[in-house]
């Protein structure tokens, strides 16, 4: 079946705009996640769902950052006034049920560049 | 500070060989650890996994040694092949802590023909 998709695939803007980056799991899953990977670093926590509500948001670096899942299913990770050191790849992954010992599936990313 | 690290940005290995690849921990809260392999351009994919309870589970070619007094794991690729070339991360996760993985920075693997 498919995977998790992520949209764009990159995404380039100018310092203080904003992005909108969206994430499809994989259909069933209940728990989704973000995480962002800057150069040379491994994935970061940012914030994750389960079903349509936030079960954990302390990832997020600031109130820049936000993140829903309305119908719980597609999430979308939004970020205002843009800034250089927002630029990153974004990960999104979901898994069947809310567990660590769940394996995550993840997306390619996006790769976001902020000029 | 990073609680999981992996000091080897980089490991070349000689396919048929044995390939290393260690990671160590700082938390002791942890229970559950993982390797995830990425491939440029796509997003990590699980790879093996170890509760605390174990020193060592096998999958394979690749087995993962956990050794909790020093807080130390190590994956092993046995014989590595031209194929695992990828970068390697080692994740770990606090029990009932609800999925966050911690990650640490990656070893890139390269096995040469």
Same mark, same amino acid.
């Given at each position: $079946? ?18 909108? %980056? ?5 259909? $069933? ?10 150069? *040379? ?11 349509? $509500?936030a ?8 109130? =820049?950052?936000f993140?829903?899942r309305?119908? $719980?299913? #597609?999430s ?21 049920? #809310? !567990?660590? %010992?769940?394996?995550?599936?993840? *997306?390619?990313?996006t ?5 | 500070?990073?609680? #999981?690290?992996?000091n080897?940005?980089?490991? /070349?290995?000689?396919?048929? =060989? ?11 809260m ?20 170890i509760? /605390? ?8 070619r ?13 994956l092993?690729?046995?014989? !590595?092949?031209? *194929? ?22 990656g070893?890139? %693997?390269?096995?040469?023909?």
């Open positions: $079946g498919a995977g998790v998709s992520q949209t764009p695939s990159n995404k380039v803007t100018e310092k203080g705009k904003y992005v909108e %980056l969206r994430c499809d799991p994989i259909s $069933g899953h209940t728990a989704l996640y973000w995480y962002r990977q800057s150069l *040379g670093q491994g994935p970061e926590f940012l914030i994750y769902f389960q079903g349509t $509500g079960a954990d948001d302390s990832g997020l670096p600031n109130d =820049r950052f993140a829903v309305p119908e $719980g299913s #597609v979308t990770l939004k970020i205002q006034r843009t800034e250089r050191g927002d630029s990153a790849v974004y990960l999104c992954a979901s898994s069947p049920i #809310v !567990s660590g %010992l769940d394996e995550q599936f993840f *997306g390619p990313g790769r976001l560049t902020v000029l | 500070d990073q609680q #999981v690290k992996q080897s940005p980089s490991l /070349s290995v000689q396919e048929g =060989r044995i390939s290393i690849l260690n990671c160590d921990y700082t938390n002791s942890f229970d559950y650890f993982l390797w995830y392999k990425k491939y440029p351009a796509e997003g990590p994919t699980f790879l093996i996994s509760s /605390s309870i174990k020193d060592k589970n096998e999958d394979g690749f087995t993962v040694f956990l050794n909790k007094s020093a807080k130390h794991l190590s092993h690729i046995v014989p !590595s092949q031209p *194929g695992d070339s990828a970068v390697y991360f080692c994740a770990a996760i606090v029990g009932g802590s609800q999925g966050n993985l911690i990650f640490g920075k070893t890139k %693997l390269s096995v040469k023909p």
